[in-house]
């Protein structure tokens, strides 16, 4: 049986022993090793309540409030759901927040089916499939202003590469209704890397049991991946989707680059409205507002995520 | 035999159709990047021709201009002080926190997980305004000091999620030897468990390192023309229309991106570990 607990055997051990200056170093270790734990996980606590607790707690009570830039840090006053129903008034907000539902659906599906059907590629057994792999890190690991950039010059009305291929003069980012579309694309592009590394992780980690029985009772490949592999594979799917939703509904970097939200407000995602809010018409108490509401929707899915994790490590 | 020879042609279809598959992958994913690096080391006059050119000599002129340029050179030292400075301080703070978090049990230690979890998902869009609020208050507004505090804090989820599973993964016997022998919980961390560790405090070092490099939206808010990383600097080239400086601009973004991903690829294996939070192993 192995020692269960952590607790140092050796100071313990020894404290039977006659040796003051022995005991002395003894009464040093142990003190050194009773605020081990505290030590260690103070410096993580203060730094998160500092920059990430305090200024959310803040932002709460500004939604509550009536304040400016210029009064002093606590004198708001409380102006009850005011803010909220000011929020929820402005059809700029409600465009927003629909846009960013139906961009954050939409960039979603499309990863997941373009992650899978990349993971399903990666997975067959062929000479050099690594090198595709390692090639496909790049565009998910780069700087999302560079993606972005790049995006920009290739779908460059006059000089972009697309059009070129295309044989159009299409204006991508200056066509409300194709803006939201090219700086999806972006994002998708980025990302399906991701989705599909994630995916390929857990098509190698399924048992090959399964497969293989269905195969010697007949099954066609394609009823296999529908009845097998992909039942198996479905509490990976739901990791990166919900990852994928949460790390999609805040994109911006895209957004701010190629369109700036425009035109025509087309392309402004709620993280655009809430920084607009905040740094370019300094409305203050709406920006606090629109961030908790951000922030709540948020919320929901991390719940979601932290259940669908718990039950992976249970299985 | 007849049998034998037609499944050895529709393997070999199989094999054609998986590599056509992956080159259509590689055009999809890869070729846009090498053909903005391929801008970068065109003239102007080639930029800027309709068709485009396919073939040229390259010239590394937009390069020597970028690079003589006080505004790129100014950021990307902002850019690797800023990086250097909190991925050391999130290290230095977030390594020991990940350590206890994996073999000791305290009260409150599964709220801190999950608080930390949280923190990774929320969309910074959203706590930018009272940070920024916070920050001038105690004066540190447009200085380099607050983006440093603001990736160091941003950066301990990451490796807290990353290295805990790392530290529970270690054996435990060698500690439990070395107390033993009478040395500290301190001593037993700092000699023993760190060397094991090192291969995951490079992934946790990396993960962290893109975090602060690639980041965009803080150093946005934080900063000013003097303090601005090189993510700020290049956004400030797409303000509204991009010009005719295609060169200056693509140069400097795979001069950017060039060190992101000789990281990445160091870290490839554990990449996708440690963005998901450790939910996949």
Redesign the interface.
């Known amino acids: 049986m192995?020692?269960q607990q952590?607790?140092?055997?050796?100071?313990y051990?020894?404290t039977a022993d006659e040796d003051v200056l022995f005991d002395r170093r003894n009464a040093w270790?142990k003190f050194?090793?009773r605020i081990?734990?505290p030590?260690?996980?103070v410096?993580?606590?203060v730094?998160?309540l500092?920059?990430?607790g305090?200024?959310?707690a803040?932002?709460l009570l500004?939604s509550f409030q009536g304040w400016k830039?210029d009064s002093g840090?606590f004198a708001g006053q409380f102006v009850g759901f005011a803010n909220y129903q000011d929020l929820f008034t402005d059809p700029l907000f409600r465009s927003s927040l629909m846009l960013t539902i139906g961009y954050t659906i939409s960039t979603v599906l499309l990863e997941l089916l373009f992650g899978l059907s990349?993971a399903l590629?990666?997975n067959?057994r062929?000479p050099f499939?690594r090198v595709?792999r390692?090639?496909?890190?790049?565009?998910m690991?780069?700087?999302?202003?560079?993606a972005?950039?790049?995006?920009?010059?290739?779908l460059?009305p006059?000089?972009g590469?697309i059009n070129?291929i295309l044989g159009t003069n299409t204006v991508w980012l200056g066509d409300p209704d194709l803006a939201l579309i090219a700086v999806g694309i972006v994002n998708v592009?980025q990302n399906?890397?991701?989705v599909a590394?994630?995916l390929l992780?857990?098509l190698q980690?399924l048992p090959s049991e399964p497969v293989e029985a269905a195969a010697v009772d007949g099954a066609s490949p394609w009823q296999t991946f529908r009845h097998v592999t992909l039942p198996l594979l479905m509490p990976?799917i739901v990791?990166a989707v919900l990852?994928r939703t949460?790390f999609e509904?805040?994109s911006?970097?895209n957004i701010?680059?190629?369109t700036?939200g425009g035109p025509a407000n087309s392309t402004k995602l709620l993280?655009v409205y809430?920084?607009e809010a905040?740094?370019l018409s300094f409305d203050?108490t709406l920006?606090?507002a629109s961030?908790?509401v951000?922030?709540f929707i948020?919320?929901i899915?991390?719940v979601c995520?932290?259940f669908a994790?718990k039950r992976?490590e249970i299985q | 035999m007849a049998g034998f020879a037609r499944g050895k042609r529709r393997k070999l279809i199989g094999n054609v159709l998986t590599y056509v598959g992956l080159v259509t992958l590689f055009l999809v994913f890869v070729f846009p990047l090498l053909w903005i690096v391929g801008i970068s080391l065109k003239t102007r006059e080639q930029i800027f021709t309709n068709p485009p050119v396919f073939f040229w000599v390259p010239t590394f002129e937009n390069y020597v201009q970028v690079l003589t340029q006080s505004d790129f050179l100014a950021s990307f030292g902002n850019s690797l002080m800023v990086t250097t400075a909190s991925v050391t301080l999130s290290l230095l703070i977030g390594i020991p926190a990940s350590y206890t978090f994996a073999r000791f049990r305290f009260p409150g230690q599964s709220v801190a997980m999950i608080t930390l979890l949280i923190m990774r998902m929320l969309p910074p869009v959203a706590i930018l305004l009272p940070l920024f609020v916070l920050f001038k208050a105690v004066g540190l507004s447009n200085t380099l000091a607050s983006v440093i505090i603001a990736y160091t804090t941003f950066s301990l989820p990451l490796i807290v999620w990353v290295m805990k599973d790392y530290f529970a993964n270690l054996p435990k016997e060698l500690e439990e030897a070395a107390y033993i022998d009478g040395a500290s919980r301190m001593l037993a961390f700092r000699k023993i468990v760190l060397p094991l560790a090192r291969p995951g405090i490079v992934t946790a070092a990396i993960l962290s390192l893109l975090l602060a490099w690639n980041d965009f939206i803080f150093a946005a808010i934080l900063t000013n023309n003097a303090t601005r990383t090189s993510p700020v600097l290049l956004a400030s080239y797409a303000g509204g229309e991009t010009g005719t400086n295609w060169g200056a601009i693509t140069a400097s973004g795979v001069l950017v991106v060039i060190p992101v991903i000789i990281f990445s690829m160091i870290v490839q294996k554990h990449l996708v570990q440690g963005l998901s939070s450790g939910t996949v192993k």
Do not use: H, N
């Not at chain 1, 952590?6 to 100071?11: I, S, V």
């Not at chain 1, 390692?134 to 565009?139: D, G, K, M, S, V």
């Not at chain 1, 972005?148 to 290739?154: D, E, F, G, N, Y």
């Open positions: 192995a020692v952590l607790e140092p055997a050796g100071p051990a020894a270790i050194q090793d081990f734990v030590l260690t996980i410096p993580t606590v730094a998160s500092l920059v990430f305090i200024p959310l803040f932002s500004l830039i840090l990349v590629l990666l067959s062929v499939v595709f390692t090639a496909l890190i790049i565009p690991m780069i700087t999302p202003i560079v972005a950039l790049t995006w920009k010059l290739l460059d006059s000089y590469l070129a592009w399906t890397p991701f590394i994630l992780a857990g980690s990976y990791v990852l949460i509904f805040r911006f970097e701010w680059v190629m700036g993280s809430t920084f905040s740094f203050l920006a606090a961030s908790w951000m922030l948020v919320l899915f991390c995520f932290i994790t992976k």
